[in-house]
């Protein structure tokens, strides 16, 4: 049975950081592309960041370069997407999916991802 599992978003104040966490089962993630998506109430669901599979390189939505890293332990099958400086803005249910293939480059939507996990809700307010 395939499933992704985030985990680790909650409260957090302005400027604050939080780490999510994706643990994969029921396939071969190693040979994934894994992205974080967000969707905030009343708003499309938009991809944030990806990491592609054995390359490794990793792609940011615009808005949120230089406050977000995303990580990828395929041993453990997890993916990680530290979040710092957190703006009201990044209020949203976070999701992680998974893509087979090996670049995230040209594969942005939501229509692209063949797994998806349930999300996790990362609340920014003071």
């Known amino acids: 049975q395939v499933q992704l599992v985030e985990s680790g978003g909650g409260l957090v104040q302005p400027g604050g950081s939080l780490r999510l966490s994706c643990v994969a089962s029921?396939?071969?993630?190693?040979?994934?592309?894994i992205a974080w998506f967000r969707q905030a109430p009343g708003k499309e669901r938009e991809r944030v960041s990806c990491?592609?599979?054995?390359?490794?390189?990793?792609n940011y939505k615009d808005s949120v370069k230089g406050r977000l890293t995303i990580s990828r332990d395929d041993v453990a099958s997890t993916v990680y997407l530290q979040i710092n400086d957190l703006k009201p803005e990044d209020a949203a249910v976070y999701y992680c999916a998974a893509r087979y293939g090996y670049y995230c480059s040209g594969y942005g939507s939501t229509y692209d991802y063949e797994y998806w996990g349930q999300g996790t809700q990362v609340t920014v307010s003071s």
């Open positions: 990491i592609g599979r054995t390359d490794g390189i990793v």
């Open positions: 029921g396939f071969t993630m190693s040979k994934y592309v």
